[in-house]
């Protein structure tokens, strides 16, 4: 197995990625084919599902000699990982499938070596069971996109009024709201300042998550520029981002179903 990344720009976005997987799970689990590294997973509660797939055209390259199933810690693949400097590639390795340890490497290319050390580590792989889900497609009643940056700082202003969050979409705007002891605030969002917007004539749909999840997977403006959220009564919240090369991170998390 070799794994490498040259671009800066993904490379920043493979360290947030794992950066938000570790909020969610202490354990990843990576399963490589020829073609894609999938990961999937499940937080502690089974609150919220995650789902990320990078296609083998997403990294400068990407070498899986047998497909394989691995697994280590979130925490410490993100310690790793996040030492990178702006000039040095990204190398993940395994001599073989059957190792028991995961080396990655950070190297310097050009007159950057003068400045940027080489960095390697090796880091053990751990024993985990995990029997990945089908995840179906259903149709969303309402869904809409909304910069990445904009709609984490709403949330996090949100989160200090409660730990729940009331979303409300109709044919006119995006409602945010949280109500607590604290107090209470509400965002309006008209639809022209939405990057898209669709929801089923003449429906308002409103619905009740925890907003302590949803901080969790909205963290980070530099997976992609907006991000995506499709809303239903009939199936969990769906969070997408769009990571290019026909590549995202969803993830799927259960309404509060004693506010409904």
């Not at 280590?72 to 990204?90: E, G, P, R």
């Not at 991000?227 to 998390?253: R, T």
């Given at each position: 197995?070799?794994?490498?990344i040259?671009?800066?720009?993904k490379?920043?976005?493979?360290?947030?990625?794992f950066?938000?997987?570790?909020?969610?799970?202490?354990?990843?689990n990576?399963?490589l084919?020829?073609?894609?590294?999938?990961?999937?997973?499940?937080?502690?509660?089974?609150?919220?599902?995650?789902?990320?797939?990078?296609?083998?055209?997403?990294?400068?390259?990407?070498?899986?000699?047998?497909?394989?199933?691995?697994s280590?810690?979130?925490s410490v693949?993100y310690?790793?990982?996040?030492?990178?400097?702006?000039?040095?590639?990204?190398h993940?390795?395994?001599?073989?499938?059957?190792?028991d340890?995961?080396?990655?490497?950070?190297e310097?290319?050009?007159?950057?070596?003068?400045?940027?050390?080489?960095?390697?580590?090796?880091?053990?792989l751990i024993?985990?069971?995990?029997e990945?889900m089908?995840?179906?497609?259903?149709?969303?009643?309402?869904?809409?996109?909304?910069?990445?940056k904009q709609?984490?700082d709403?949330?996090?202003q949100?989160?200090?009024?409660?730990?729940?969050?009331?979303?409300?979409?109709?044919?006119?705007?995006?409602?945010?709201?949280?109500?607590?002891?604290?107090?209470?605030?509400?965002?309006?969002i008209?639809?022209?300042?939405?990057t898209?917007?669709?929801?089923?004539?003449?429906e308002?749909?409103?619905?009740?998550?925890s907003?302590?999840?949803i901080?969790?997977?909205?963290?980070?403006?530099?997976?992609?520029?907006?991000?995506?959220?499709?809303?239903s009564?009939?199936?969990p919240?769906?969070?997408?981002y769009d990571?290019?090369?026909?590549?995202?991170?969803?993830?799927?998390?259960?309404?509060?179903?004693?506010?409904?």
């Amino acid at each position: 197995m070799k794994i490498q990344i040259n671009d800066k720009k993904k490379k920043d976005v493979f360290v947030s990625l794992f950066h938000i997987l570790k909020s969610c799970s202490s354990t990843i689990n990576l399963n490589l084919t020829s073609n894609t590294m999938h990961i999937q997973g499940m937080d502690k509660s089974h609150i919220c599902l995650f789902n990320v797939v990078l296609t083998s055209q997403w990294f400068d390259e990407y070498k899986i000699n047998n497909d394989a199933k691995i697994s280590f810690s979130s925490s410490v693949f993100y310690s790793i990982i996040s030492t990178k400097a702006d000039n040095q590639n990204l190398h993940i390795f395994m001599a073989n499938e059957t190792d028991d340890q995961l080396e990655i490497k950070f190297e310097t290319e050009g007159e950057a070596k003068k400045k940027d050390f080489k960095k390697s580590f090796k880091m053990p792989l751990i024993e985990y069971e995990y029997e990945e889900m089908n995840i179906p497609t259903p149709e969303y009643d309402a869904e809409f996109s909304f910069s990445s940056k904009q709609i984490a700082d709403i949330f996090s202003q949100l989160n200090n009024f409660s730990d729940d969050i009331i979303m409300q979409c109709s044919e006119n705007d995006v409602n945010l709201s949280a109500n607590g002891a604290n107090g209470e605030m509400k965002v309006e969002i008209p639809i022209d300042e939405l990057t898209s917007f669709s929801i089923v004539e003449g429906e308002v749909i409103t619905l009740t998550y925890s907003l302590a999840y949803i901080n969790k997977m909205c963290i980070s403006n530099k997976l992609s520029n907006d991000i995506d959220f499709s809303l239903s009564n009939e199936c969990p919240l769906k969070i997408n981002y769009d990571l290019g090369n026909d590549s995202n991170l969803v993830f799927f998390i259960a309404p509060k179903m004693n506010d409904l």
